[in-house]
């Protein structure tokens, strides 16, 4: 097992927080790793984004490359590898890894969330060959104008009432919407109230087989034979914040398992005041209960670099007994 030296900061997640957050602090000459296993959206989106400035009409996958390449060309190291655990205190953190052991002296969250793709036949495997490929889609604050005048089948397999909620947004451009259900099939009264209103009629099943070509979807079929044909397919399953490191380090966790963080992206310690925090940690992206987009997780992975790159010169010259001025120039 590889053990490293001590960075000034390491990056968990290489997504566009992460990456975003790396490039600033290898520009401005921190020693900066990137861990990340790769299995960030971006990177089996082939499908064009539309609402990524200096991107637009760029597939996932190249935005996502660009950003890791950019990162590296400023100085920051990238290793591939799945953070398992995380010990130590701000000065010196270790993190253990399946291939590797790295150490820092503070540490950026940018993990993401875990999405669940649908299930065919028990299986989600057969979902990447057209996940975010062709006509399944999977975000409606980024993608339903792509929807305009398609008719959209939204799969939903833990919650019905989010279903309708997703739909809702999806239907002021489709020309119809349908709901799957694959799992729990109960509405609320509201918004059993709310799915008439829209005219979302449900089909209910578990997906059998899928008929598709070069990453498009043609047909679902379900486990009674149905078959269910769209232009597009919705996926509106739940997300899981990645938060196990967090809580490993006794950050404070949110209703939703988004990882609760400071106005500057600071880890809050559990069970203490808001403005109680992990020194040295600090969380950004799709991890933190915010609106999940590209650029909103840029922008949140470059506040926490320059409050990280703040810190470290903070630390630094307080060695050399210099600290007020630099708060104050800072703050
Ligand atoms: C299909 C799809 C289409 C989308 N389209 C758009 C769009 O058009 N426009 C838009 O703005 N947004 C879109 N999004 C949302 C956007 O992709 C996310 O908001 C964005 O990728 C979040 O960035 P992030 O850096 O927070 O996390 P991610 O991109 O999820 O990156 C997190 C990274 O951390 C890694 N990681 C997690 N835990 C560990 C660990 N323990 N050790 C090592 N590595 C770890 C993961 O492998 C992953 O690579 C889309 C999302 C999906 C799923």
């Not at 010196?92 to 950026?108: D, I, M, N, P, S």
């Not at 490993?248 to 988004?258: K, M, N, S, V, Y």
Request: with cysteine; hydrophobic share 35%.
């Amino acid at each position: 097992m590889i053990e490293s030296q001590l960075y000034d900061t390491i990056i968990i997640g290489g997504g566009p927080a992460g990456l975003t957050a790396a490039l600033h602090l290898a520009f401005h000459k921190r020693k900066v790793l990137v861990v990340d296993r790769r299995t960030g959206p971006l990177w089996y989106t082939t499908t064009p984004l539309w609402n990524v400035p200096g991107f637009i009409g760029k597939p996932g996958v190249t935005i996502q490359k660009t950003m890791l390449k950019e990162a590296q060309e400023a100085g920051a190291e990238v290793v591939k590898d799945s953070i398992v655990e995380v010990s130590g205190s701000e000065g010196h953190f270790q993190l253990t890894g399946e291939k590797g052991v790295y150490q820092a002296r503070t540490l950026l969250l940018a993990t993401g969330v875990a999405r669940h793709h649908p299930l065919v036949n028990g299986d989600f495997e057969p979902w990447f060959k057209y996940a975010a490929k062709g006509n399944t889609y999977y975000c409606p604050d980024c993608e339903s104008p792509e929807l305009l005048g398609q008719d959209v089948v939204v799969i939903e397999s833990h919650n019905p009432n989010g279903g309708v909620s997703q739909g809702s947004y999806l239907a002021e451009f489709a020309s119809r919407v349908r709901l799957l259900l694959t799992g729990p099939t109960e509405f609320k009264p509201e918004w059993e109230a709310k799915r008439k209103e829209l005219g979302f009629d449900v089909i209910e099943g578990q997906i059998q087989d899928v008929e598709g070509s070069k990453g498009r979807v043609h047909a679902l079929i379900l486990n009674d034979g149905t078959r269910v044909e769209a232009d597009a397919y919705y996926v509106s399953n739940p997300k899981f914040p990645r938060n196990d490191l967090a809580k490993q380090l006794g950050a404070e966790i949110g209703p939703r398992d988004h990882i609760v963080t400071g106005p500057r992206g600071q880890l809050r310690k559990a069970g203490g005041l808001d403005t109680e925090f992990i020194p040295g940690v600090w969380a950004a992206g799709d991890v933190q209960p915010q609106t999940q987009q590209v650029t909103i997780a840029m922008g949140s992975g470059n506040k926490a670099a320059v409050m990280i790159d703040q810190h470290l010169t903070h630390l630094q010259l307080r060695q050399l007994g210099k600290t007020q001025d630099v708060v104050t120039a800072h703050d």
